[in-house]
């Protein structure tokens, strides 16, 4: 599922720190750290140990990360710190992300308002495929999507989670699943885990 | 052609649009060939075509009046299917201007502009006879027109608008007027780039369709605009087939039977041109959208049977994307007599003059 025949599906790489002189930005979803991956990030950062600071968000009290640490209790708490992060963004910084899509894409909108371009961020997903959703019928977005059909949050529709992604928004595209038969609904199925 | 409107046909509800008899023989069809598949049909958008349709720039019919109403409905229900980025209010004038002279220069007994300059803080004054409009405004001053240049003139014009920033060797979507789209979302795709918002067609993308669209079109130039045809199929004359309002125009594709295909279903083919606007070097996309039923289309005898000879031969993926797989069946089976099997003349012209009387 993370891979699509759709292209507006963004793909997701390994990250690796490129050596900037500016300062770079890990930010990673704790509850998504299986064994092992923060020691192959401090690895991937060593090149830029110096200039990094690793926020770990929801993390376990007892993680370890490299460069400079911040804990931050919530994805929300997160993207306030990056919207007023002291004398904003320069070129040469870089703002790396980790975790399940719903939390790379609000920090990486986030960043965008706080004067990042797209070419700066680069994200690595890890984690629960869960999705945001967005209905296209009343604009409303749903969280924490792990099934083919969501009810939607908005307007209680059944909605058809599809591959079409809009990074402005974070979300996949939902499209009522029953609008020409309604109470035609196909199974729902657990495809995000 | 000459222009006599039909103000009171609707798009809804009873959905009494209709095409007249040149309506019919000027309609931009879109198959040269007995089957269909996705390709770089891109050609310069010259003053001349296989019908009438393609010979100006922007093409007014005589649903004008009833387009433009039922776009002031729609926008009224749902003002988010006009929506323009902040960066691009110098393309929103480039529209303007495009537009505007345009349909002056091709329709003088309907629109008419005035100019004490060509420069921005000129006083201009536009005509609009069929809507009744009488504007004074300074070229370049939003302040001085009803709503934002690009709202207002695309407000008066047949068709969606797009308009596609161009940097970093990509387009975006940062500004449209989106009214009667062929299913897709203006809300959800705004912003995107040129490969994102093509993301859900099928196919085309393995076949590098894309890449090389984009490409041409990057090197667009001033004054060379070019043009192309998109089709898909809608039940009822309803220009809004948005996702938005999916819930209501969906039904009715599980309403079509043999008996009421002809009426019911509905080509839809959408003449797109690309311009490269002046001061913005941004790429205006309007998609004039034109609609007939299959009853009216067979009316020529090639394009019955060309159509029944493309769609009994569309590849299931096509099909499915262009949500045709409920209806398709009755559809062909209402098509089928009119296929005698004759060999058709390549390309899309109606190869008469004049339609058989009904």
Known sequence: ?193 | MSLVFKPEETFRGDYSYRNSDAAILRFPFPFPEDRYMYSVNIEPHVRSGPTDAFCRPFDIDEHYIAECRDRALTLELDPGRCQVLPHMMAAQWDTLELLMENLAADYPEQFSLTKEGDVFGSRWTWINRPLGIEQHFIFGDPDTLPCEPFEYITRQAQGDFAICDQREDNLYLDAGMITSQADWSLAFNVGMNFMEWHGPVPLAHQAGVFERALKYLLMLRLGQPVRRLNWTMSINPRLDTSPESYPEWGPDRASVTVENAGGKVHLRVELQTLWRLPRSNAILFPIRCFLISIEELARVPKWGKRLYRVLSSLPPELAEYKGLTRYLPATLAWLAPLDDGAQLATGIGPDITELAPL
């Open chain 1, 1 to 193: 599922m993370m891979q699509s025949q759709i292209v507006s599906r963004p793909r997701y790489r390994d990250l690796a720190a490129e050596d900037t002189a500016g300062a770079h930005l890990l930010i990673v979803e704790g509850d998504t750290l299986a064994a092992g991956q923060m020691a192959a990030l401090a690895t991937a950062f060593a090149v830029v140990a110096e200039r990094l600071q690793t926020w770990l968000v929801s993390a376990p009290a007892t993680a370890l990360a490299p460069g400079r640490v911040r804990r931050l209790h919530t994805v929300e708490e997160a993207r306030t710190a990056l919207e007023h992060i002291e004398d904003g963004f320069g070129i040469a910084d870089r703002l790396y992300l980790q975790g399940t899509e719903p939390f790379m894409w609000s920090l990486a909108t986030a960043a965008g308002r706080a004067g990042l371009s797209p070419t700066q961020i680069r994200m690595q997903h890890a984690g629960s495929l869960k999705r945001r959703v967005w209905c296209t019928h009343c604009h409303q977005t749903t969280e924490n999507v792990t099934t083919n059909i969501a009810t939607c949050a908005g307007c209680a529709r059944a909605l058809l989670v599809r591959d079409h992604f809009s990074r402005r928004l974070g979300a996949f595209m939902g499209v009522m699943v029953d609008a020409e038969v309604p109470g035609e609904v196909p199974q729902r199925e657990e495809v995000f885990r």
